[in-house]
């Protein structure tokens, strides 16, 4: 059974002690709740410190792996350059187009491309350098889109994978689920790459922070 990383009081108390979220990005939050899939929002306190992370890198390229409702790239978008741009990738139609609706009400479309398909498909034909990369798509194929930006993340650049501890799951002796066994497979795969500094934050669900060389 999937442990409950965070208590809640903690959480409670870190948003209280946190800047609150935007108006729009309360709203996305607000209208996905009913969503069967909602716990798959970053949330405000990890999009905060993802719009930090951003703010600070002043990032000219941006990739999103994994849209969902949009609220993690209004959030990442925050942190770009006047002529950067941000590419995020969806594979569900429906959400991709929730997510257009909401990058177009933040003013945002300018700066953010939207593709719709399988990421694994889509990186390939986009040719840029990352400064920045942030991985919350499906977890069997974190390895792969690893092993795929990595060549064109420069060197100083970022990524950052979500859902790293998969609910307690890789934390069990004997790990079961698919996508926990694989998750673990990536984080052993990450912590044996001498080409990248890397720190495992205890945040929300595990945020893996990955420094090319």
């Known amino acids: 059974m999937a442990l409950k990383i965070i208590d809640p009081l903690v959480q409670s108390y870190s948003e209280k002690y946190s800047s609150e979220e935007d108006q729009l990005l309360a709203e ?5 709740l009913s969503h069967p899939k909602a716990h798959m929002q970053s949330g405000a306190v990890q999009g905060k410190f993802l719009e930090m992370i951003s703010m600070l890198m002043q990032p000219r390229r941006i990739l999103d792996i994994g849209t ?4 993690s790239a209004v959030c990442l978008a925050k942190g770009l350059t006047e002529e950067g741009k941000l590419h995020t990738i969806e594979i569900r139609p429906d959400q991709a187009g929730i997510a257009l609706a909401h990058f177009r009400k933040a003013k945002m479309a300018d700066k953010i491309i939207s593709h719709q398909g399988n990421a694994l498909d889509i990186i390939p034909g986009l ?6 990369v942030f991985m919350d798509a499906d977890k069997t194929g974190y390895t ?3 092993q795929l930006i990595l060549p064109r993340v420069r060197s100083g650049g970022l990524i950052i994978a979500d859902n790293v501890l998969f609910y307690g799951e890789v934390l069990e002796d004997k790990i079961r689920g698919k996508n926990a066994r694989a998750i673990h497979a990536f984080n052993e795969l990450v912590k044996q790459d001498e080409s990248v500094d890397k720190v ?3 945040v929300r669900d595990g945020l893996l922070l990955i420094r090319k060389k």
């Not at 996305?28 to 996905?32: D, E, G, P, R, V």
């Open 144 to 146: 792969q889109y690893y």
């Open 28 to 32: 996305i939050n607000h209208s996905t």
């Open 200 to 202: 495992l934050l205890t």
């Open 68 to 71: 969902f409702m949009g609220y």
């Open 127 to 132: 040719p840029e350098i990352w400064d920045l």
